[in-house]
Each structure stands twice: as structure tokens, then as C-alpha cells.
């Protein structure tokens, strides 16, 4: 195992920097097409509690994956072919994780239409020992770590939900079955397990508790109803669970709650909230599933999901009463006839017609519609869910709805002392084309008592883990709210630092904040990042501290909370920060003890992150893991101590890729015409000769130089894959590029040619063969630049907006919101619709300088683009041929913003090199692009070549 101290880390650098001038790229075979297969993607990581045993997901290209299960403190690995969602038993002893099956093998199941399941491998951490149990359909370890639950799969064509489970003994190995179980839900961090049955025709339907020590099973109820969401509370011996009825009045399923107290001491206290037996609690409501019950900490109120009841339609009403009857004349018999038309045929006929009249396909649309009727149905399902929030009290039975007109979304903050209720509704009509802003109101959940806390909020709020305060960014500043006292205080005014981040998009009222890292415990304070710091800030609003000196060096500092259960910094304990410097890219960890500066751990040449805050403590021992990748290293786990001075490699990915020449990223300084100092990532080609001239692909979008150290695994199916680009011998360049107020367009045109004209002084590159490469906003600016100049050969644009005008009036159909937002408070930075600015709309317009255009421009659209209104590649495509320029658009049926279906993917990645091939290299051109291919042959003609990948 290669150990890998701060010192090694550089030393490790230099060298491989030496080794690279010295090795010439001839010596080592670039990359084909045949061997992007056996490339691995390294996937997140699950540490056991005692930090001896790492488990890893590792994807390949060619779908060969794999589950690695590490030794961390030696080379002992084992390899699980299609493993994936490993689980660590609590002692650290055992192993569970699901097992897959081979591409090839899913694709024949599906082609037979036989289920795919998955089976489950036990993993002894102590002996080796491996087993591998067939179908299961999920599994769980008991909280004490002794007992494994698992759970088939339901047969077919199986009325009920349930299936075969088996418990076992870890110790003895010893088993129990139990039939037709619908969800298992161990007891937090005890031994007894709930179950619920879900039988056919729901026959002996229920909930059972079982107890693996003594082997005692106990029907806690049964009734003839599906059970749904069992919850224990945490550290208890709590159990709640909804089962369901109906009745005649109404179509929605209602749910009677459950609970039950203490169940380690016996069958415990059961105690029952059925809104059928008491009306008055729950008026015109049901219990809703969408809300799983969840406890207050100390177990003596339950909420509850509750929603206005949905009644039968009257219509259905009467259709139903005259069923009744005409079923009661047909039983008897030729009595029902009418004697002068014997046949019957007219009026029957007429009444059949009227009966099986169908409902008009329309929708219809308002301009009166708060939310459009397209966002109406994106959202139907969640509307039909949304629900509020109630508080049962157990000891006295009472049911608090602490909803009510003041809740479009409601909010349970720790501990179950506070509900946080939004309301949207004042600010509804301005929210059709601006931000939504939001009037906060706290609800006391033993009281019900309702108080506004703060109008006109737009930002997230947040509570603290004790749940005393709600916290919020307003302005230029970070706000608390006291709960228990009723105050609220702007609590980083007149501290000094930054926290508004101007690199994000702007809104036209509210800008974004750089977010919180933290509360110490008893939500004493709160830890804030700003630009460049992160700063502790008292709760109460009575003062706060820098704890890192980042703005200094323009060093960005995180927080990061390694330990994954710790809800909260011990101010007693060290905290330890990610590092990150903004114009040298370096990257690593520090650490502040209590009481003093943080000091450097790790700092180099590199990225490092994974666990979503890119340092992770074993639960039990002082082993911390962390990820640390460049574009010529594959990314790896490293273990080590608290100093991470002596961490040790633990993966090793792609170990091959020193038999391939490889390409090596370094940064490019400019500024923009403006003045805007910034920065980019040139990567080399990966056949890079001193002295040569190469071509280069620019592919931009917004920020994009912070990606200098990412890996990149040759993937087709990426089909923007910067790698494949540098081992076909291009120079690839990822500018910065940012925004001044109405010209999105104008100011990537303003960005974009210096930060070129600097990688074009080093001599490195061909002027007259360079390529532009951009989707979605990136395939905006493409689109945009070519019409206003020509400094490059070719371009491709993917998705692009093309008429600024027309796209405001368009739909984001995924989400069926109007793309007037997009403009006005987004991405656009527009401010107005173009009918107050029509200059600014008209100039930024790709579709309006179309006359201009000299580059040829390759564009590419989903038929179903959900995004980008499809019409946009239409537009400019009809435009292109009326002013008879040279564009090629590839249109995939069916696909959205991205491709999904692999073929398509693969074709476009391939047309993408065929493209700057032809313009950048000078390879022949296909008819594709030179003629293009008539409607008849492509359809009926031989498909187009394409690269394998094995």
C-alpha cells in the first residue's frame, strides 16, 4: 500500500512532471476507440464505523462494474462483479450490498420479459467468508448490528404487496421466515423489528413485531386495510404506522393512526387517532401517506400529513343511483321493455350515446393563470400531495392542524417544538415572471399558536439542530429568528464580510449567498462562509469572528463536519476546512484547534473532495478518507490520521493508463475586454510534440477554470468528452467567461476573443484551426459568437437558445414554467421582457445577425427538448437557408435537453469529431456535412459508420 504524506504528495508531483518532458508521447500509443471499454469511473465510498474496510463503486465504460471492498490499512481488497449499495453491519463485522447482472444478461431477461432481480452477498469482515442469497429485494441490519433482515421479491401477478422475508442471527446464522411481509423497519439502534403484512386479498393483514433475542412474535394489530410508513422513534422503543379505509363519500384513501409506546416492555401502550370515531379532530381532513409520521423528541406528539378530504363528484353520484336501478329492471325481466318499440333501438341507442359521451380533449389556458396551465400539470402529482402538517398529542389525544391559510409549504424543525409555515399567496401574481417571496409564520406544536416571523423573505429558511432558530439571507446579510423569544435580528451587519456571491446569477431583488457550514452545539452559533472565510456568528445577533484568514491570499476555506453523525461543531473539538486557492487552483485540508489559526495539512496541485464535503471520519476511530484526483491521475481514495500526514492509497483506478500517452492541463491568465481579470484550462493534446502547432476545441459555458484537476474517463457516451478530444490530437480550452446586465451575448463575445488571443501568444496553436463547442447556454454563446465573428474555423452548438425574443415567450416544458423567468431573474440577465428593451434583446439574438454568419455551425436538438423550445433550432435553420449559410442540424426523435439513448449519443460524439475533423484537420467530409443526405436515404439507406466501443 503506497503511503502519501503532504511532502510526498509534491514530491510525487515533480517527478511525474519530470517523467512526462522525458518520456516522449511516440513512445506510448494515444487511445482508440477500442479501449474507452476498460476505463473506470470511481464512485462514492462507504467507510465502516471501525475505519478498517472502505467499500467503493466502480463504474466502466463498457458497463463491466464492479463493488471493491478495501482494507484500509493494507492491499486486501475484494472484488464483487455488478456489486453496488454496500451496507456495513454496526460492529463493523459484516458486510451486505446488492448484486446486479451483466448488461448482457439484463438485455435478454427484458427481451423475454422476465423480471430483473438482484440477489445479495454477505461479506464476514472477520473471516472472509462470502455468501451469496438469491433475489432479495432489499436487506437492513438490526440497529445493534446483530440480525440481518432481508426481503424477497413479490410473485407475480400478486394482488397483495407482500413477500417471503428472512431474519437472521449474524452470530449463529440461524433463520426465520415470515410470508406476505409489505416493509420491515428496524427498531434505531435496538434489535426489535416491525413488519407489516400485506397479504392477498388482504387476509390476515397487519402489524407484527418481532423480537430476535427472545424469538417472541406479537400482532400489534390486524384489520381488514393496507398498513403503510412504519416509523420508530429515534433511540426509543416508539412505533408508529398508518393503516387506510374508504367510504362511499369519498375517492381518496384516509388513514387511521397508529402508536404504540415502549413496546421493549411488552406489547407497550398502544394508543389510536381514528377520524371516523372522532369527527371534530379532523374536520373535512385525512391522514395522508405522503408524509411519513415522524416524532417529537421526546415521544409525546406524533405529526401527521393531513389533507382537505376529496368528495365523489355529484355526477358520479347519479350515475350510480341510476345504475341501481336499471340493474333492478333488468332482473325483471320482460317488464322493462317498451311495448311500442319493441326493438328499443332509437331511445336505446340515444341513451347509450349520451352515456358513453367522452370528455373534450382541451385544456383551457387563462391569462389570468397565477401558475401556467403547463406548470399545473408538470406539478399535478405533487399538488394532489401537498399536505400540511399535524401535531397528536398523545397524552391528551388532541389533534393540532398546524397548517391552515398560511401554509403553501410547511416545515418541521428539529426536535418537534416548531412548525415553519410559507406562505406564497400574497406574492402569487408577481412570482409569474419574478422571484417568489414568502411570508414566514412559526407554529407552536403544543399550543398551535401561530406569529409571523418575517414578509417578503425569497431564500430558503433553515432551522438550527435544537430547533430554537430559523435562519434566513435577506439583502446583503444572514437573519435569525429567536422562536422561543419572538425576536428576529440581522445578525452579520457591520461584521465585514462579503457573503452576497456576485459570481452567481443575480436576481432582480435577491442575491445569492455563499450558505452556511454549520451550528455549534446548543445552537449557540452559526457558521457562515463568505467569499473567501468562514465566520462564527452568535445566533442572538451579539457579535461575530473570522476564523480563517483566506481573503488575505484569496483562499477560499469550507468548513467540513467529518463525522457523519455529528449534527453539530463541538466548539471543544478541531475544525477542519477545505482549502482552495482561486488563481493557483491549488486545493487541500486544514485544521483550527480550539482556540488557534488553522494550519495547513494537505495543500497541492490537485482536487480533492467526495462525501459531499470532501473529508470523512470513521464513526469509532481516528481514520479519516478522503479523494484526491488530477487530469493525469485517476482518482483514488487515501486514508490517514487526524494530521493526514501519513495517508495511504487505498484505490488504485485505472492502472493501465501508463501504457497510453496522456495529455497534461495547465492555466491560461487574461482579462476581458472590460477589465475582468480571469482564468482557463488549457489541456495538451495527448500526442503533444514541442514545437508543433495544434488544432484547439474552446468549450465554454460560465465558470469553468476550476475544473483544471478534474479526470476525465473517455467515455463516448459523454459525447462533450474533452479527453477523447486531446487523445485526437486537439489542444482544449475551458474558459471563464462572465456577464455584464443585458448582453449575455455581447459579453461572452467581449470574454471570449482575449481569453483565446492569450492561448494563441504561447504559440501552441494554429490560429486558423480552431474550433468553438458549447450546449444549452454554452450552445447560446457558440450560436451568438459566429454571427458576430470570425475567429473560428467551425463551431458546434448543442441545444442553443437562438432567439432571445421568441424564447421568452416559450415554456420550460420540463418543469412548465414560462422561460419569461429564465430572462428576467436568471441565467438570462435580462431584467425586463424585450418589449421595455428591445435593443437589448434584438442585440443578443443569434437568429438576428444571421446574415453575418461565415463559420459553418453543426447544431443539434431533441424533438422533445424540454428546455430549449425545439423551434429554436428551427427558426435558425429556416433562417440559415433563406440567407444561404452553411449550418447542418441533427435531429433526434424524441430525445430531450440531453440524449439519453445511447445510440444517439454515440452518433453525435462521433459527428462532433467528424465535424472539426473535417474543418480543423482537413479530413475528407462525409455528404453529411458537404450536401447533406436526402429523407429517403437516410431513412431506408445504410446507417452512418460508427466508433465502437468495447
Known sequence: MKSLSHNHLLVILAVGAAWAAETSAQQRPTLTPDDYGQWETLGQATLSPDGLWLAVGISRVNDEDELRVHRTDSDSVVVVPFGRSPRFSEDGAWLAYAIGISPDEREALRERR????????????????????????????????????????????????GADAIVRSLASGASISFGNVGALAWQDEGHLLAMTVDAEDRVGNGVRLYDPESGRISSLDTDDAEYRELSWREEAADLAVLKTYTDDEHEDTAHVALAWRNLDQGDGEALVLDPRESPTLLPGQRVVEHRAPSWSEDGSILFLGYHERIPVPEDEDARGEEGDEAEGDEEQGDAGEDEEDPDGDEERGEAGEDEEEERAGVEIWHSLDVDPVPQQRVRERQLRQRNQIGAWRLDDGRFLMLGGDHADQTTLLEGGGHVLNRDETPY???????????????????????????????????????????????????????????????????????????????????????GLAGWTEDDESVLINDRWDVWEVQADGSG??????????????????????????????????????????????????????????????????????????????????????????SPDYFAAGPDLDDASQVTRTNPFQDDYAWGRTELVEYENEWGRRLQGALTYPADYEPGRRYPMIVYHYELLSQGLHQYQVPDPTRYY??????????????????????????????????????????????????????????????????????????????????????????????????????????????????????????????????????????????????????????????????AGKHMVMLVYEGENHGLAEEPNQLDYQNRILEWFGHYLKGEPAPDWITKGVPYLQQKDGPRTRRRVVS
Do not use: C
Open 721 to 882: 468528452n474533452q479527453q477523447i478530444w486531446t487523445q485526437e490530437g486537439y489542444f482544449v480550452f475551458r474558459p471563464d467567461i462572465v456577464y455584464r446586465d443585458r448582453r449575455p451575448g455581447q459579453s461572452n463575445v467581449e470574454t471570449l476573443r482575449p481569453a483565446v488571443a492569450a492561448v494563441l501568444e504561447t504559440g501552441l496553436v494554429d490560429p486558423e484551426r480552431i474550433g468553438l463547442i458549447g450546449h444549452s447556454w454554452g450552445g447560446y454563446q457558440t450560436t451568438f459568437f459566429v454571427t458576430q465573428d470570425d475567429l473560428f474555423a467551425s463551431a458546434v452548438a448543442g441545444a442553443p437558445l437562438t432567439n432571445l425574443m421568441s424564447m421568452y415567450l416559450s415554456f420550460y416544458w420540463n418543469s412548465g414554467g414560462t422561460d419569461a423567468r429564465i430572462f428576467e431573474i436568471s441565467q438570462g440577465r435580462m431584467q425586463v421582457p424585450w418589449w421595455e428593451d428591445w435593443d437589448s434583446y434584438f442585440n443578443n439574438s443569434p437568429v438576428h445577425h444571421i446574415e453575418n454568419l461565415d463559420t459553418p455551425l453543426l447544431m443539434m436538438f431533441g424533438t422533445e427538448d424540454g428546455a430549449v423550445e425545439f423551434n429554436q433550432g428551427v427558426e435558425f435553420y429556416n433562417a440559415a437557408r433563406r
Open 428 to 514: 402569487d401574481v408577481d412570482a409569474m415572471f419574478n422571484q417568489q417571496f414568502y411570508d414566514l409564520y412559526s407554529v407552536d406544536a403544543r399550543s398551535g399558536a401561530e406569529s409571523l416571523v418575517r414578509e417578503r423573505i425569497t431564500l430558503a429558511v433553515q432551522g438550527s439542530p435544537e430547533g430554537r432558530y430559523a435562519i434566513w439571507f435577506e439583502g446583503e446579510d444572514w437573519w435569525s429568528h429567536d422562536l422561543s423569544s419572538g425576536e428576529t435580528r440581522n445578525i452579520t451587519e457591520g461584521l465585514g464580510g462579503t457573503f452576497v456571491n456576485l459570481d452567481l446569477t443575480p436576481t432582480r431583488e435577491q442575491m445569492p449567498a455563499f
Open 544 to 633: 461575530g469572528r473570522r476564523l480563517t484568514q483566506g481573503a488575505e491570499d484569496e483562499v477560499r476555506y469550507r468548513a467540513m463536519q467529518p463525522d457523519p453523525e455529528a449534527e453539530a461543531f463541538d466548539p471543544g473539538e478541531p475544525i477542519y476546512y477545505s482549502t482552495y486557492g482561486q488563481w493557483t487552483k491549488e486545493a487541500g485540508f486544514s485544521r483550527a484547534r480550539p482556540g488557534q489559526d488553522p494550519e495547513s495539512l494537505i495543500r497541492d496541485d490537485a482536487s480533492y473532495g467526495s462525501f459531499g464535503g470532501a473529508l470523512r471520519k470513521a464513526r469509532d476511530a481516528d481514520v479519516f478518507v478522503f479523494r484526491r484526483e488530477r487530469f493525469d491521475d
Open 114 to 161: 422476465e423480471p430483473v432481480r438482484n440477489d445479495m452477498g454477505l461479506l464476514s469482515l472477520r473471516t472472509g467468508d462470502q455468501e451469496t442469497i438469491e433475489e432479495i429485494s432489499s436487506f437492513s441490519f438490526s440497529g445493534d448490528g446483530r440480525h440481518l433482515a432481508l426481503r424477497r421479491y413479490e410473485p407475480e401477478e400478486q394482488e397483495g404487496a
